[in-house]
Structure formats: C-alpha cells, structure tokens
C-alpha cells in the first residue's frame, strides 16, 4: 500500500507565505512526477505545478514567480512553497506523485488534501 500525507495549510493574510509537504510512503519502488492540484469552492481541480524525479518543473501562468515546487527524493518528499499569497490561492491542495510499487504496478496516487485560506 501507499500513502500520501500532507501538512502544512492554514490560514494566512494576504501577501503571506505558507510551505506545504507532502510525504510518500508504503511499498515504493520509484517516484516518477510529483504535482500539486488545487481546487477551490465551486471550481474544477486544476494544476498548480509539478516536477520530475531529476527536477524539472512546470506551473500554472497564475502562480508563475509566487510558488516553488520542489522535492527531496531521498525522503519521498514534494513541497510547495508559497509566497505573495492572494485570495485567489484558496483552495484545497491535493498532492499526487506516479509511483512504481513493489508489485510492479505504476500508478497516480492522491494525498488527502491540506486547506489553505488566504483572507485578512
């Protein structure tokens, strides 16, 4: 089995920054792409930005210059960093990393979700 367990939303005021973690662990063999998805009330699930094992990164034009997407391989890890925070940024925050299990099986799997609400 494995698990995605983030941490790290909250509630912060305009132009704030909060760091999201998202950690995997069970019977893993290799993590391929890790991403952040958000979705806010009323809105589809979008992309926010991902990387791949060796570091390539890619984001939404909205957050561009704002977040930093980053991962540590050796702790299964993917981070978000947020700064300038707007209240456009509220939203729940899902991660997801494709990853290869023990059984030989690759496949995307889903973090549970972190709430992040951006308002004076």
């Given at each position: 089995?494995?698990q995605?367990?983030e941490?790290?939303?909250?509630?912060?005021?305009p132009?704030?920054?909060l760091?999201?973690?998202?950690?995997?662990s069970?019977s893993?063999?290799?993590i391929?792409?890790?991403?952040?998805?958000?979705?806010?009330?009323?809105?589809?699930?979008?992309?926010?930005a991902?990387?791949?094992?060796?570091g390539?990164?890619?984001y939404?034009?909205?957050v561009?210059?704002?977040?930093?997407?980053?991962?540590?391989?050796?702790?299964?890890?993917?981070?978000l960093?947020?700064?300038?925070?707007?209240?456009?940024?509220t939203?729940?925050y899902?991660?997801s990393?494709?990853?290869?299990?023990?059984?030989?099986?690759?496949?995307?799997y889903?973090?549970?979700?972190t709430?992040?609400?951006?308002s004076s």
């Amino acid at each position: 089995q494995v698990q995605l367990v983030e941490s790290g939303g909250g509630l912060v005021q305009p132009g704030g920054s909060l760091r999201l973690s998202c950690a995997a662990s069970g019977s893993i063999v290799s993590i391929y792409t890790m991403a952040w998805y958000r979705q806010a009330p009323g809105k589809q699930r979008e992309l926010v930005a991902q990387i791949t094992y060796i570091g390539g990164t890619n984001y939404v034009d909205s957050v561009k210059g704002r977040f930093t997407i980053s991962r540590d391989n050796a702790k299964n890890t993917v981070y978000l960093q947020m700064n300038n925070l707007k209240p456009d940024d509220t939203a729940i925050y899902y991660c997801s990393a494709n990853i290869r299990t023990g059984r030989d099986i690759t496949r995307n799997y889903w973090g549970q979700g972190t709430q992040v609400t951006v308002s004076s």
